[in-house]
């Protein structure tokens, strides 16, 4: 296969589907109560229990940057998702994750959310089945084939 055919896969389009195929793991794992937001949080739960995260979402916009901290936080995170074989993606529209995620980014003190990581968990009672979550996963899996670790998606504006 050539390079052109592999970057042919990586249409507009399919990128669209991978966002909206997120969207809907999310809007999925709301409910379950299977989402980490934060960092710190983050950590947390990737140090307990590992095997139970299903994808790491890393949310930048423009002006993170230039966040020095923030990026070492995210290469370690990443180092730890890809010695543990945790899928990872990293979006560009923290706004539109807030949306996704409901609250407008605000906790429920009004404080900021920390949406600069999100973690899907798989919920203990079920082993979690998700088309769309298969979905997301053969992209990250596929992106790493072409030696891209962490794709990039654009969650579009609604």
């Known amino acids: 296969m050539t390079f052109e055919e592999l970057s042919g896969d990586f249409s507009q389009e399919r990128m669209d589907s991978v966002a909206t195929a997120l969207e809907e793991v999310l809007a999925a794992a709301l409910p379950q109560g299977s989402i980490t937001i934060g960092v710190y949080e983050a950590a947390k739960s990737l140090n307990v229990d590992p095997d139970n995260v299903v994808l790491c979402i890393l949310a930048t916009d423009d002006e993170d940057v230039k966040d020095v901290a923030l990026q070492i936080h995210f290469t370690l995170i990443q180092a730890f998702c890809c010695e543990n074989d945790i899928n990872i993606l990293r979006?560009?529209?923290?706004?539109?994750?807030?949306?996704?995620?409901?609250?407008?980014?605000?906790?429920?003190?009004?404080?900021?959310?920390?949406?600069?990581?999100?973690?899907?968990?798989?919920?203990?009672?079920?082993?979690?089945?998700?088309?769309?979550?298969?979905?997301?996963?053969?992209?990250?899996?596929?992106?790493?084939?072409?030696?891209?670790?962490?794709?990039?998606?654009?969650?579009?504006?609604?």
Do not use: Y
């Open 91 to 158: 979006v560009n529209n923290t706004r539109r994750l807030a949306e996704i995620l409901g609250g407008g980014g605000k906790q429920s003190g009004g404080e900021p959310m920390d949406l600069h990581c999100v973690l899907v968990t798989s919920p203990h009672s079920t082993s979690w089945k998700d088309p769309a979550l298969s979905k997301v996963n053969r992209f990250c899996r596929e992106s790493r084939c072409m030696d891209q670790w962490v794709p990039i998606i654009n969650l579009p504006e609604r």
